[in-house]
């Protein structure tokens, strides 16, 4: 019998979109049924992460209209990667193969079909990877693209051009559920899951219809969060700069010992203050990054759920616990 499929839709505020991207996702399934390549028990997952407009009844309209759509309802607002992680998790109960996809239709629907097959294929997790941005705001192209290169440069394993849209098996998903970390960057953690791997190219396109639910603070948010959680290099960083910065000091103390002993004590105002300021800023900022880090282990300690569901509408059959690994 063939492998259950689970798009899984996380949405935030989607009314705009829902109509249009379950009636292109339905299609899709359906020929993806058609061809052999799924069991017929496979399903859309819509997650509504505490929307406050309709999405959350759209959602409930749309299982009692098929049985192919489910639903999770979020308590309440948790952001992408958390509603994402939701709707993964519940997915995993019925679901061998799992495609996390936006609900705005950016991500191109008919590179499902690649995916699968490379999943039938051998592969465990197959990443959706933009082949160009021409779409995108140049701002938007400048910013995401400097993001990818400079997580690189940190040394964290990241896939170029990759956001969310990707399949992953069902043994990589429960992989990834083991990472119990509060701080969530999925695109950083699923490259740690291992298995083999590989890559599907699609072209991005605009937003169908709503606007975008990550504006430029988000986004910041969103990188930042990315770099602290991965990469220990901002703190060495910090550490060669206080080296650096000691050893100037240094020079500085026997260039103002010289000063005073030649007589020149009075002119050293200027260079006085500067260095105040100098030392004082270096020191702000070191202690911003550090508090950084010290606020994620703050959050780590807590063990805070990540979401709560307040329910579930979906007719497939739980898989049972002997056929997991
Ligand atoms: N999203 C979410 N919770 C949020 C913000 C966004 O579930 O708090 C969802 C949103 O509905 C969409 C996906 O995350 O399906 C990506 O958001 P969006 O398309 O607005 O981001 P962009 O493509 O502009 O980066
Ligand atoms: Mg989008």
């Known amino acids: 019998m063939s492998d259950v499929l689970y798009i899984v839709v996380p949405c935030y505020k989607e009314e705009a979109v829902l109509p249009e991207t379950s009636k292109r996702l ?36 749309l299982h009692k209209s098929n049985e192919m759509f489910s639903g999770v309802n979020l308590s309440r607002n948790r952001g992408h990667q958390n509603a994402l992680l939701a709707g993964i998790t519940t997915a995993v109960n019925y679901a061998d193969i799992i495609v996390s996809m936006d609900a705005d239709l950016q991500d191109d629907v008919d590179a499902v079909d690649k995916m699968v097959d490379s999943y039938h294929n051998g592969f465990d997790v197959v990443y959706g990877v933009r082949s160009s ?17 400079f997580m690189k440069m940190l040394g964290v394993d990241i896939v ?12 990589a998903t429960e992989g990834l559920l083991q990472f119990g970390e509060v ?25 169908f219809a709503g606007e975008s639910k990550y504006p430029l603070k988000k986004m910041i948010a969103f990188a930042f969060d990315g770099i602290t959680s991965f990469s220990v290099t901002p703190i060495r960083f910090i550490f060669k700069l206080g080296l650096v910065v000691f050893l100037a000091s240094i020079v500085a103390l026997i260039w ?57 509408i979906n007719d497939g059959k739980p898989i049972k616990d002997e056929h997991k690994i």
């Open 183 to 207: 701080n969530l960057f999925l695109r950083g953690i699923v490259p740690q899951i291992g298995y083999p791997w590989t890559t599907v190219e699609y072209e991005r396109s605009e937003r």
């Open 256 to 312: 103002s010992l010289f000063a005073k002993f030649l007589g020149y004590t009075v002119s050293g105002w200027t260079s006085l203050v500067c260095s105040i300021w100098m030392i004082g800023g270096i020191q702000l900022l070191s202690l911003g990054i550090i508090g950084e880090y010290i606020g994620k282990i703050y959050n780590e300690t807590k063990r805070r759920p990540r979401f709560i569901i307040e329910s579930i």
């Open 133 to 149: 941005r021409k779409k995108d705001t140049r701002f938007k192209r400048f910013t995401a693209e400097g993001f990818y290169k």
């Open 26 to 61: 339905k299609a899709k399934l359906l020929s993806l049924i058609e061809s052999g390549k799924i069991n017929p028990a496979s399903k859309i997952m819509f997650v509504n992460d505490g929307s406050t407009d309709k999405t959350w009844s759209i959602i409930q309209e």
């Open 160 to 171: 170029f051009n990759h956001a969310d849209y990707r399949l992953m098996s069902r043994r």
